[in-house]
């Protein structure tokens, strides 16, 4: 039976690589239902029928289904945070505008044969709070552009003054927003990647 409420029972944590096991399959049960139909049908008990569990063991991890969207939404915001900040540390030793499209492209190319399910978890999780939930990645972005560095010609990268780089990052979030909810198909991918490439060139050169 359901739990009435998040108060009525405990949920385990797994803590056994058994349990994180379960834990793994009805996540990705429930990322191969978005996959095939988006959220229509995306139900407990269809996900618990597709990890091959009972609805009693994934009750067991998670209130219901908001639970599980909230769990993978973080494994998805988490995915992206490391592979922009991989894309920075990368993109560092080469000249600005080049630094700048590799950090585009980290965040704006599709994820494998997995789009439709990035966008639904990127959407979902910014739809329940976009500025606490993208805050880590801004912080960790702003205090790279104000941090000096090398530039990969020996000499030393000028950092950038916080507010301009507080209205880049900002900004450049609003965009990934924007993109997500909507899903543009009218602006080629590489059209939207070259102009948002050139804007904020032209923005960290001129600052």
Do not use: C, W
């Amino acid at each position: 039976m359901k739990p009435t409420s998040k108060q009525s029972v405990k949920r385990r944590t797994p803590q056994q690589a058994r349990a994180q096991n379960k834990v793994d399959l009805i996540l990705e049960a429930a990322t191969r239902l978005i996959q095939r139909g988006g959220m229509d049908g995306l139900t407990t008990n269809a996900i618990a029928e597709a990890a091959g569990v009972s609805i009693g063991t994934l009750y067991q991890y998670f209130d219901n289904r908001d639970a599980v969207l909230e769990a993978l939404s973080g494994r998805e915001l988490e995915g992206l945070s490391n592979r922009v900040m991989q894309a920075m540390t990368t993109a560092r030793a080469g000249a600005t505008g080049e630094r700048i499209r590799i950090i585009v492209h980290s965040i704006l190319t599709s994820y494998g044969g997995r789009r439709r399910v990035h966008r639904v978890l990127l959407e979902h999780a910014l739809s329940r709070g976009p500025a606490t939930r993208l805050n880590p990645l801004l912080k960790s972005l702003t205090d790279m552009l104000t941090t000096a560095g090398p530039d990969g010609s020996g000499g030393v990268r000028r950092p950038m003054r916080p507010a301009d780089a507080f209205v880049l990052v900002y900004a450049f979030a609003g965009v990934m927003r924007a993109v997500v909810a909507t899903e543009n198909k009218q602006v080629p991918h590489h059209e939207l990647e070259q102009s948002l490439t050139r804007l904020i060139a032209g923005f960290v050169e001129g600052s």
